[in-house]
């Protein structure tokens, strides 16, 4: 059996227990010490910290994440890093204001709906064993059976409904997750290990600016969420979501936005995008070119981003050329394995979320 070790993260002189087979940030985040993280597989560098006593073994830290020189300096990146001895690290662990953080826990997921929504994209319900809290954006890390690997997939039904959660899945040419399981095995009534919740991208409801949300394929799904959530309840925020795919076949969910902003028209505002594909109902070009034709600026408002890491970067330079700030922007970086190999997924420090 693995020995336990104690981290003291600081400056909250929080004490929290961690086995030597388990990450750091997993320790904290399951005791209910919240620290900043994001991929939670040691490519976008987020949850780097100081070690400041104490001995890290920096598991699968990607090398561009984490420099050498950062190593030697005694940084690491909490989500990858599991202890050695008793360890104090500091966390950049100021709260956002009127945040709630939810502790990660396990669940057994029941699958109670398998089904293909668009191409290679399938949609999952997972029922599970006890009830989920989560904050809109969040997502859950999903044990590949047979395998000692997890995969990251955004909740996209909101947090009214905690018996079960909706995933969106897009299918990664011989990927282990997609294209080796949840694409070829997978069945319903099947049994799926997952934990959560995790992550630094979710709706934050003290900002009560006008909201553009930019989705790309399967970034369509911790969007969702947030939609769903702010539409129950009775706030006057306003929506705006710009979906973008190639052709109609690759997008999906159009009927039930569409529905949302008819029920809903001084709150939400659907453009559904094609960039591939001329057709009646949809705006043409990539969600870039048609909120640069429906937006001249967006001062004043807040953006959230999330999908494909090229697409979701490209967005976060032209919402800073339309005058929003890093910290008007939120973002989710859709990264895998081939980001972490090559690098492309770490995030400037200036980047906080
Ligand atoms: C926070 C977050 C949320 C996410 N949410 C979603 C979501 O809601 N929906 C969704 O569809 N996806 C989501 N993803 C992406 C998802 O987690 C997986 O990365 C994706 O499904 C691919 O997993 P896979 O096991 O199928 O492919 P993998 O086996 O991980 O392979 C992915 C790619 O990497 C390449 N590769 C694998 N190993 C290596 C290696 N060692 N060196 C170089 N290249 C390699 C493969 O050839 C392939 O091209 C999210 C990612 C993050 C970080
Ligand atoms: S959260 Fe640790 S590197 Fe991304």
């Known amino acids: 059996m693995a020995g336990t070790y104690r981290v003291t993260v600081e400056p909250l002189g929080k004490e929290v227990e961690c086995a030597e087979d388990q990450p750091i940030l997993e320790a904290c985040l399951r005791a209910g010490v919240w620290l900043p993280h994001s991929c939670t597989h040691g490519t976008c560098g987020t949850c780097k910290a100081e070690v400041l006593d104490g001995d890290v073994d920096h598991g699968a830290a990607s090398s561009f994440a984490l420099l050498d020189f950062e190593r030697d300096e005694g940084k690491a990146l909490l989500c990858c890093a599991m202890p050695r001895s008793d360890v104090t690290i500091e966390g950049d662990v100021d709260a ?188 043409a070009g990539t969600v870039l070119d048609v909120l640069d034709r429906d937006k001249p600026t967006l001062s004043g408002h807040v953006g959230y981003l999330c999908g494909p890491p090229a697409m979701v970067e490209a967005a976060m330079r032209v919402l800073m050329g339309k005058r929003l700030f890093p910290r008007d922007i939120y973002r989710e970086d859709f990264l895998d394995e081939a980001a972490k190999a090559a690098g492309t997924g770490v995030r400037s420090p200036l980047l906080k979320r």
Not at 130 to 146: K, R
Request: aromatic share 10%; charged share 25%.
């Open 96 to 283: 956002e204001e009127g945040v709630v953080f939810h502790p990660v826990r396990d669940f057994v997921g029941t699958v109670t709906v398998l089904e293909d929504v668009a191409v290679d994209t399938r949609r999952l319900v997972l029922e599970l064993d006890q009830e989920i809290d989560f904050n809109p954006g969040q997502y859950v890390q999903v044990t590949v059976p047979g395998k000692d690997v997890v995969r990251t997939y955004s909740i996209a039904s909101p947090p009214s409904q905690r018996n079960s959660i909706e995933l969106h899945i897009r299918r990664t040419p011989g990927g282990l997750a997609s294209d080796g399981w949840i694409f070829a095995t997978l069945a319903e009534g099947d049994r799926v290990n997952l934990a959560g919740p995790y992550g630094n991208f979710f709706l934050r409801e003290e900002r009560e600016e006008p909201a553009v949300l930019i989705a790309g394929g399967t970034g369509l799904a911790p969007m969702k969420s947030m939609i769903r959530h702010v539409l129950e309840g009775d706030c006057d925020r306003t929506i705006t979501l710009y979906q973008g795919a190639r052709t109609v076949d690759h997008l999906y969910d159009q009927e039930f936005f569409t529905a949302l902003a008819e029920r809903h028209p001084d709150r939400f505002v659907y453009r559904p995008c094609l960039s591939e594909e001329d057709r009646e109902g949809y705006l």
